[in-house]
């Protein structure tokens, strides 16, 4: 047996990728592995991760975006350079079973990018496999029939089996259909996933609102991996999301009074504010000072001001859209012009909230 213990790190919003990390991990005790699997969010930081000694380090974490979720890369970037240790990449992503066909999410660059900062940091990175599991993403799409969504499990499960147990023969896991599948994909979404990494997740961020609904328990606050939300409000707190939230929907997901949409409605217009010309704009108007500077317009430029209208434009609206639905009414028009409400919540069937999160 080429491994004698294995530490696997996991990062998980609804419960997908814990319980894959789990599956992977019984699959390696049960060949004599000493094992340990750890949610990143208990991950240590600093001396204790510098000081991180096994023979298989293996990596579990959602697909967002076509490609590994902001915060795990960085928090693969933030671990030990290493000679000798192997290591495997595992990206979950969003299978739909549709009658008796079962269909692939994507996960495009989320394996890759994460081998190669490993690969890069000295680990001999022996794998990577992408796993269906049921999608998580209500805000896009309503979520499936229970069944349904246990089948995808129980299909997910065989996989993360059969890629552990060929690991741990000492077998190196990247010439597969499922790899090339990928690549294919990750290499054609590359701009898609740079768009969602630079702007699409901070707009995701803002759209999350608590309908009339939230008693202001804070529970979604006190279990964000990232700290990304603060209650506000002395007399009635409610949730506020900042700008860190990955959109991971594990706060929708475990409200207890199914508080948090993901708003629509909220969307439409805070698009429409997200796109208005502003550089265009500004360089007109300075055209009055610098004559010819229009010139800019088309050029990196112009794009590095849309940039700098972007992020404060949707901040400032989000906080204008926090205290206008402090008010019932309008609140409930949000609420009922946004699909989330009436499609209900996906979380992984046998997740409990404390086996994920970092609050004790
Ligand atoms: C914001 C967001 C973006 C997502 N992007 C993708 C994607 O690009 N491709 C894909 O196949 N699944 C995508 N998904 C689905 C999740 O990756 C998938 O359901 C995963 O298993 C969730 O794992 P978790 O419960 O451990 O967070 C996305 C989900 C969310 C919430
Ligand atoms: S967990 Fe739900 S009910 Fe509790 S504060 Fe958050 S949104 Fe409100
Ligand atoms: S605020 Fe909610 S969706 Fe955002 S990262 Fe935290 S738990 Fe996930």
Known sequence: MPYKDMIVYFLSGTGNSFRIATCIGK???????KTKVLSIDKAPS??????LKTSLLGLVFPTHGFTAPWHMIKFTCRLPRVKKTSAFCTATRAGLKIGKVFTPGISGTATFIIALIL??????????????MPSNWYSLHPIQQEKNLRAIITRAKLKADEFINKLIKGKNIWLTLNNLYEIIWG????????????F???FLAKLFFANTNCNGCGICADNCSFGAITMRGKQDPRPFWKYNCESCMRCA????????EAGHSWAVILYHISVIPFSVYLLSWLDNFIPGITRLQGGWIEEALSLLYFYPAIFISYYIFNLFIKIPIVNRLFTI?????FWGRYREPDTRLKQISLHK
């Open 253 to 260: 997901a475990f409200c207890p009074k199914n508080a948090i």
């Open 200 to 202: 699409g997740r901070f």
């Open 27 to 33: 699959a390696a005790k049960t060949k004599g592995i």
């Open 46 to 51: 600093g001396k204790e991760l510098k000081d």
């Open 119 to 132: 690969f890069i940091k000295g680990y001999r990175v022996r794998g990577a496999v992408s796993i269906d």
């Open 337 to 341: 012009t946004t699909f989330t409400h």
């Open 187 to 198: 290499l054609l979404l590359i701009p898609i996933s740079l768009g969602y990494l630079i």
